[in-house]
C-alpha cells in the first residue's frame, strides 16, 4: 500500500530465528513498539507505523526451509506430509519444494512470488487453492512466535481434521510458552478448544475479519500480539490427473454469475463430481474490465456485444486419479455453462493449461492509467447472492461513467461562455463576428445531450414500460433489449448495451460540426484536451476474485494526486462495504483489516480484540495502535509531487520530474524481487527494484523540501542516489 501515518525509528533485520526474541526484549527496554514485517506486500497497512518510536522487524532472511518429512501429527491416526519454513521464506518457494516432493502447498495468494510465510499466517492468506483445501491456517500444524513479553511460544495443532478447520466440530490446540533461553517451559501448556463454526461466518468460504478469533495466538492479527517466526505446513497430494476449463460468458452477468453455484455444487459432497471421486482445485473469475485491460485474446468464435470480449470468464482446475472421469466432469462443466450463454474449453496437457492461467497472474494491469495507484478492497459474499453483488457494482459504474459524462458538459459549457481561442490567421476580424452562432449552438447542443444524460441517471431505477415513453421526447436512442430480468428498469437496458451513453456519438460529432474549419480547430483541440482531462478522472470498479469461496477483489485504480478523485473514489468503498454487508457478506477474506478497513467493522466485531490485546498486550509492545480506536484512514495520506504550485514548477525546471516520471508505475508487488541479483537479504543486500524505487520518491521528497527550505541541495543525497543507482546489474529481469 501507498498509506502512510509515520516512519519507523529503526528498522532491524535480524540473521536467524534465535535473533528475534532478544531483539523484540531490547525493543521493549527501548520503548519502541515493534512491528513484523516481511514481504511488504499487504494491501490494508498493518505494517505501517502508527508511532515514530516504532521499531520495524524485517523477517527476509528467516529464509531456512527445511525437507518434506512423512510424520504423526498430535492425536493424527496416520502419517502426513510436512514441511518447516522460516518465516521470512518467499511463498512460492515453499510451492516448489513441495513440488519437488511430489505435493501441494495449498497457500497460494497472487502475491506467492513475493510474500513470505510470516504474512501468511498474521493474515491468514488464501488463494485459488483455498476452494479446495483452505487458508493458511486450514494447513498449519505448528508455529513458532514471539509474545509480548519477548520470550518464545509454540502452537501445535491436535488432532488435525487435514482439511478446512470450519467442518470440524472442535479445533484443539495446546499452547507451550519458554522461558529466556527458549528451551525451558514456561508453566503447563495451555489447550485452547475452539469450536470450529468460530473461524469464518457460516455460508461463506473465507472470513478474516474476526481478529480475535477465540484468543488463538499469531493467526489473522496481523503483527498485533506478536512475531512470526517460524512453521510447519501440512503438504497435499494432488490427484494424478487435472484438466483446466475456461469458460467464456457472453450473456449478461447475472445471468452467468449462478454457473458458479451449480460448479461448485457439483463438486460439493453429494454433488455429479464428488461422486465419481473428481474435485474442483480451483475456480476464478475475470470481469469485463479486467478482460480488457490484460489485453484477453476471445477464445470463442463469437462475439459479444463489446469488443469481441465476454462479459466474464472462469478458469477452472479439475482433478482427479480417474482420467476419463476427470474429462467427464470438465465436459459436464462445459456443458452446464453452455446453458448459460458460455462457451467452454479444455487444456488437456501442462503448457495449455499454464497458458489458459496466464491472464489471471496479469491482473495488477488494471491500474495501467492511474500511475498504479488503486484501491484494491476484497469481499466475501455468498455464492447464491454473488448475481446480486454482481449487479449493484454495474451498478455503481454505470453511475460513475454518468457522472463522469456530466463533469465533461460542465467543462465544456465552461469554456464555450468564456475567451474560445481561434486561429484567425491575417483576418483582422472580430471574434465575436467570427463565432457568430457557433456559441449558442454549441451551448443548445451541450445543454440537451446533458439534460437527457442527467435524466437517465436520475431515473436508473424507473420501470422500463414508463421510461421508454420518454425516449422519443428526450432523443435517447435504443437497440433490441436482451436483459432478461424479470422486472426490467432503464438501468437493465444501460446494463446490456442496448442504451449507450456515449460521448463519442451523441455530442463530439455535433460540436465538430458546429466548429468546423481551420478558424475553429483550437476550440476543438481545447475541447479534446478537455476531454482527456475530465476522461483522466473517471473512476470504474472491477472485480476478479476467487470464484470458487467467493471471495471478490473489488479493485478501483484512482490517481493519487487528484484529491476529488480519491474523496469520490473512497465514497465508492463505503458503497461497496455496504453493499456487500447487505448481501450477509463479509469486508475482508484475505486482505485484512488493517488501517483502511477499521471503520467497517462495527463495535461488536472488533471489540473481543480489543480486550484480548488489552490482557495479552496492555502495553502496545506490538504494532501500537493498530486495529484501536483511531487506527483508521484519518492520518493516513499518500504523496503525491504535483498537488503543489511550487513543488510542480522545481519538477518542471529540474531533471527531478523525468526521474519521477520514471518510477511512478511500479506497482509495488514485489514480484522482481526474486530475480533482482541486487536483492539477496542473506548478504545485506537490500536493492530490489521496488526498494530502490521507494528510496528514489523518498529523496524526490527530500529534494523538493530542501530547495523549498534552505538554499541548495545536501550532497548526502547525492550519495544516496548514486548508492540507488549502483547497485543495478542492468539485466533486465525485473
Given at each position: 500500500?501507498?498509506?502512510r501515518?509515520e516512519?519507523?525509528f529503526?528498522?532491524?533485520?535480524?540473521?536467524?530465528?534465535d535473533e528475534?526474541?532478544?531483539?523484540?526484549?531490547g525493543?521493549?527496554?527501548?520503548g519502541?513498539?515493534?512491528?513484523?514485517?516481511?514481504g511488504?506486500t499487504?494491501y490494508?497497512?498493518?505494517?505501517?507505523?502508527?508511532?515514530?518510536?516504532s521499531?520495524?522487524i524485517?523477517?527476509?532472511?528467516?529464509?531456512?526451509i527445511?525437507?518434506v518429512?512423512?510424520?504423526?501429527?498430535?492425536g493424527?491416526?496416520?502419517?502426513?506430509a510436512?514441511?518447516?519454513t522460516?518465516?521470512?521464506?518467499?511463498?512460492?518457494?515453499v510451492s516448489?519444494a513441495?513440488?519437488?516432493?511430489g505435493?501441494?502447498?495449498a497457500v497460494?495468494p497472487t502475491?506467492?512470488?513475493?510474500s513470505?510465510?510470516?504474512g501468511?499466517?498474521?493474515?491468514n492468506a488464501?488463494g485459488k487453492?483455498a476452494v479446495?483445501?483452505?487458508?493458511?491456517?486450514?494447513n498449519?500444524a505448528?508455529w513458532?512466535?514471539?509474545d509480548?513479553?519477548?520470550?518464545?511460544m509454540?502452537v501445535t495443532r491436535?488432532?488435525h481434521?487435514?482439511?478446512?478447520?470450519?467442518?470440524?466440530?472442535?479445533?484443539r490446540?495446546e499452547?507451550r510458552?519458554?522461558?529466556?533461553?527458549?528451551r525451558?517451559l514456561?508453566?503447563?501448556?495451555?489447550?485452547l478448544e475452539?469450536?470450529?463454526h468460530?473461524?469464518?461466518k457460516a455460508?461463506?468460504?473465507?472470513?478474516v475479519t474476526?481478529?480475535?478469533?477465540?484468543?488463538?495466538?499469531?493467526v489473522q492479527?496481523?503483527?498485533?500480539d506478536g512475531?512470526i517466526?517460524?512453521?510447519?505446513?501440512?503438504l497435499?497430494q494432488?490427484p494424478q490427473?487435472t484438466r483446466?476449463?475456461?469458460?467464456?460468458?457472453?450473456g449478461q452477468?447475472?445471468?452467468a454469475?449462478?454457473a458458479i453455484v451449480?460448479i461448485t455444487?457439483?463438486?460439493?459432497?453429494?454433488?455429479?463430481?464428488?461422486?465419481a471421486?473428481?474435485?474442483?482445485?480451483g475456480?476464478?473469475?475475470?470481469?469485463?474490465?479486467?478482460l480488457?485491460?490484460?489485453g484477453y485474446?476471445?477464445?470463442?468464435?463469437r462475439?459479444?456485444?463489446?469488443?469481441?470480449?465476454?462479459?466474464m470468464?472462469?478458469?477452472?482446475?479439475?482433478?482427479?486419479?480417474?482420467?476419463a472421469?476427470?474429462?467427464n466432469?470438465a465436459?459436464?462443466?462445459v456443458?452446464m455453462c453452455?446453458?448459460?450463454?458460455?462457451e467452454?474449453?479444455?487444456a488437456?496437457?501442462a503448457?495449455?493449461?499454464?497458458?489458459?492461467?496466464?491472464?489471471?497472474a496479469r491482473?495488477?494491469?488494471i491500474s495501467?492509467?492511474t500511475n498504479a495507484?488503486?484501491?484494491?478492497?476484497d469481499?466475501v459474499i455468498?455464492?447464491p447472492?454473488?448475481?446480486?453483488?454482481?449487479d449493484?457494482?454495474e451498478?455503481?459504474?454505470?453511475?460513475?461513467?454518468?457522472?463522469?459524462?456530466?463533469?465533461?458538459?460542465?467543462?465544456?459549457d465552461?469554456?464555450?461562455?468564456g475567451?474560445?481561442?481561434?486561429?484567425?490567421?491575417?483576418a483582422d476580424?472580430?471574434?465575436?463576428?467570427?463565432i457568430?452562432e457557433r456559441?449558442?449552438?454549441?451551448l443548445?447542443?451541450?445543454?440537451?445531450v446533458?439534460?437527457?444524460?442527467q435524466?437517465?441517471l436520475d431515473n436508473?431505477?424507473?420501470?422500463?414500460?414508463?421510461?421508454?415513453?420518454?425516449f422519443a421526447?428526450l432523443?435517447?436512442?435504443?437497440e433490441?433489449?436482451?436483459?432478461r430480468?424479470?422486472?426490467p428498469?432503464?438501468?437493465h437496458r444501460?446494463?446490456?448495451?442496448s442504451l449507450?451513453v456515449?460521448?463519442?456519438s451523441?455530442?463530439?460529432?455535433q460540436?465538430?460540426d458546429?466548429?468546423?474549419?481551420v478558424v475553429?480547430?483550437?476550440?476543438?483541440?481545447r475541447?479534446a484536451?478537455?476531454h482527456?482531462?475530465?476522461?483522466?478522472s473517471?473512476?470504474f470498479v472491477?472485480?476478479?476474485?476467487?470464484?470458487?469461496?467467493g471471495n471478490?477483489?473489488t479493485?478501483?485504480?484512482?490517481?493519487s494526486d487528484?484529491y476529488?478523485?480519491l474523496?469520490?473514489?473512497y465514497?465508492?468503498?463505503?458503497?461497496?462495504?455496504?453493499?456487500?454487508?447487505?448481501?450477509?457478506?463479509?469486508v475482508?477474506?484475505?486482505?485484512?483489516?488493517?488501517?483502511?478497513?477499521l471503520?467497517?467493522?462495527s463495535?461488536?466485531?472488533?471489540?473481543p480484540?480489543?480486550?484480548y490485546?488489552?490482557?495479552?498486550?496492555?502495553?502496545?509492545?506490538?504494532?501500537?495502535?493498530k486495529?484501536?480506536?483511531g487506527a483508521?484512514?484519518g492520518?493516513a495520506?499518500?504523496?503525491?509531487?504535483?498537488l503543489?504550485g511550487?513543488?510542480s514548477?522545481?519538477?518542471?525546471q529540474?531533471e527531478i520530474?523525468?526521474?519521477a516520471t520514471?518510477?511512478?508505475?511500479?506497482?509495488?508487488?514485489g514480484k522482481c524481487?526474486p530475480?533482482c541479483s541486487t536483492?539477496?537479504?542473506?548478504?545485506?543486500l537490500?536493492?530490489?527494484?521496488r526498494?530502490?524505487?521507494l528510496a528514489?520518491s523518498l529523496?524526490i521528497?527530500?529534494?523538493?523540501y530542501?530547495?523549498?527550505?534552505r538554499?541548495?541541495?545536501s550532497?548526502?543525497?547525492?550519495d544516496e542516489?548514486?548508492?540507488?543507482?549502483?547497485?543495478?546489474?542492468?539485466c533486465?529481469k525485473?
Amino acid at each position: 500500500t501507498d498509506w502512510r501515518i509515520e516512519y519507523p525509528f529503526v528498522v532491524l533485520h535480524p540473521d536467524s530465528e534465535d535473533e528475534i526474541a532478544p531483539l523484540v526484549r531490547g525493543c521493549i527496554e527501548l520503548g519502541l513498539t515493534i512491528i513484523p514485517r516481511g514481504g511488504g506486500t499487504g494491501y490494508t497497512g498493518g505494517a505501517i507505523p502508527l508511532t515514530p518510536l516504532s521499531a520495524v522487524i524485517n523477517t527476509e532472511k528467516l529464509i531456512d526451509i527445511g525437507a518434506v518429512e512423512e510424520m504423526q501429527l498430535p492425536g493424527c491416526d496416520r502419517r502426513s506430509a510436512t514441511i518447516r519454513t522460516g518465516a521470512g521464506v518467499v511463498t512460492a518457494r515453499v510451492s516448489e519444494a513441495a513440488t519437488a516432493a511430489g505435493r501441494v502447498f495449498a497457500v497460494d495468494p497472487t502475491s506467492a512470488e513475493a510474500s513470505c510465510i510470516g504474512g501468511n499466517i498474521a493474515m491468514n492468506a488464501g488463494g485459488k487453492k483455498a476452494v479446495l483445501w483452505g487458508t493458511a491456517l486450514d494447513n498449519l500444524a505448528w508455529w513458532k512466535m514471539v509474545d509480548p513479553s519477548g520470550h518464545e511460544m509454540e502452537v501445535t495443532r491436535l488432532d488435525h481434521n487435514l482439511g478446512k478447520i470450519h467442518e470440524q466440530d472442535v479445533a484443539r490446540f495446546e499452547i507451550r510458552r519458554f522461558r529466556r533461553d527458549g528451551r525451558t517451559l514456561y508453566g503447563p501448556p495451555e489447550i485452547l478448544e475452539i469450536p470450529g463454526h468460530r473461524f469464518r461466518k457460516a455460508g461463506l468460504g473465507k472470513d478474516v475479519t474476526d481478529k480475535f478469533l477465540a484468543g488463538l495466538p499469531g493467526v489473522q492479527k496481523e503483527g498485533t500480539d506478536g512475531l512470526i517466526v517460524a512453521a510447519r505446513w501440512i503438504l497435499h497430494q494432488m490427484p494424478q490427473h487435472t484438466r483446466t476449463v475456461c469458460l467464456e460468458f457472453f450473456g449478461q452477468v447475472r445471468e452467468a454469475v449462478p454457473a458458479i453455484v451449480e460448479i461448485t455444487d457439483y463438486f460439493k459432497p453429494g454433488g455429479g463430481g464428488r461422486q465419481a471421486g473428481v474435485l474442483l482445485a480451483g475456480l476464478e473469475h475475470l470481469d469485463e474490465r479486467y478482460l480488457r485491460a490484460v489485453g484477453y485474446a476471445t477464445k470463442a468464435k463469437r462475439k459479444a456485444e463489446t469488443a469481441g470480449r465476454p462479459k466474464m470468464v472462469l478458469l477452472g482446475d479439475i482433478t482427479g486419479d480417474d482420467e476419463a472421469a476427470v474429462m467427464n466432469a470438465a465436459s459436464e462443466v462445459v456443458r452446464m455453462c453452455n446453458l448459460r450463454s458460455a462457451e467452454g474449453f479444455i487444456a488437456v496437457d501442462a503448457e495449455t493449461r499454464k497458458k489458459f492461467w496466464l491472464d489471471r497472474a496479469r491482473t495488477a494491469a488494471i491500474s495501467r492509467h492511474t500511475n498504479a495507484f488503486k484501491l484494491n478492497e476484497d469481499v466475501v459474499i455468498p455464492l447464491p447472492r454473488m448475481g446480486e453483488y454482481c449487479d449493484g457494482i454495474e451498478r455503481v459504474n454505470i453511475e460513475l461513467s454518468i457522472q463522469n459524462k456530466l463533469a465533461l458538459c460542465d467543462a465544456l459549457d465552461k469554456l464555450l461562455r468564456g475567451d474560445l481561442p481561434l486561429h484567425r490567421g491575417d483576418a483582422d476580424l472580430d471574434k465575436e463576428l467570427l463565432i457568430g452562432e457557433r456559441r449558442t449552438t454549441a451551448l443548445d447542443a451541450v445543454a440537451g445531450v446533458r439534460a437527457r444524460w442527467q435524466w437517465l441517471l436520475d431515473n436508473l431505477d424507473l420501470p422500463l414500460t414508463e421510461a421508454e415513453t420518454q425516449f422519443a421526447r428526450l432523443g435517447v436512442r435504443v437497440e433490441g433489449l436482451r436483459n432478461r430480468a424479470t422486472e426490467p428498469t432503464l438501468f437493465h437496458r444501460l446494463q446490456d448495451y442496448s442504451l449507450r451513453v456515449s460521448w463519442k456519438s451523441e455530442l463530439k460529432p455535433q460540436l465538430e460540426d458546429i466548429f468546423d474549419g481551420v478558424v475553429y480547430r483550437p476550440v476543438l483541440e481545447r475541447i479534446a484536451a478537455i476531454h482527456r482531462e475530465i476522461l483522466r478522472s473517471r473512476l470504474f470498479v472491477a472485480l476478479h476474485m476467487h470464484a470458487g469461496d467467493g471471495n471478490v477483489h473489488t479493485n478501483i485504480p484512482v490517481n493519487s494526486d487528484h484529491y476529488e478523485m480519491l474523496q469520490t473514489a473512497y465514497a465508492v468503498v463505503e458503497r461497496i462495504m455496504r453493499l456487500a454487508r447487505s448481501l450477509d457478506g463479509v469486508v475482508s477474506g484475505e486482505h485484512g483489516i488493517g488501517i483502511t478497513k477499521l471503520e467497517f467493522l462495527s463495535e461488536a466485531e472488533i471489540q473481543p480484540f480489543r480486550d484480548y490485546k488489552a490482557r495479552v498486550d496492555p502495553d502496545g509492545r506490538f504494532n501500537q495502535g493498530k486495529l484501536l480506536p483511531g487506527a483508521d484512514l484519518g492520518n493516513a495520506y499518500t504523496p503525491s509531487f504535483s498537488l503543489l504550485g511550487t513543488e510542480s514548477l522545481i519538477m518542471e525546471q529540474s531533471e527531478i520530474g523525468n526521474i519521477a516520471t520514471m518510477v511512478k508505475d511500479c506497482l509495488r508487488c514485489g514480484k522482481c524481487k526474486p530475480v533482482c541479483s541486487t536483492h539477496v537479504p542473506r548478504a545485506n543486500l537490500l536493492y530490489s527494484p521496488r526498494n530502490k524505487i521507494l528510496a528514489t520518491s523518498l529523496l524526490i521528497e527530500a529534494f523538493l523540501y530542501e530547495e523549498q527550505t534552505r538554499r541548495g541541495v545536501s550532497l548526502r543525497h547525492f550519495d544516496e542516489f548514486n548508492d540507488v543507482a549502483d547497485h543495478c546489474t542492468i539485466c533486465h529481469k525485473c
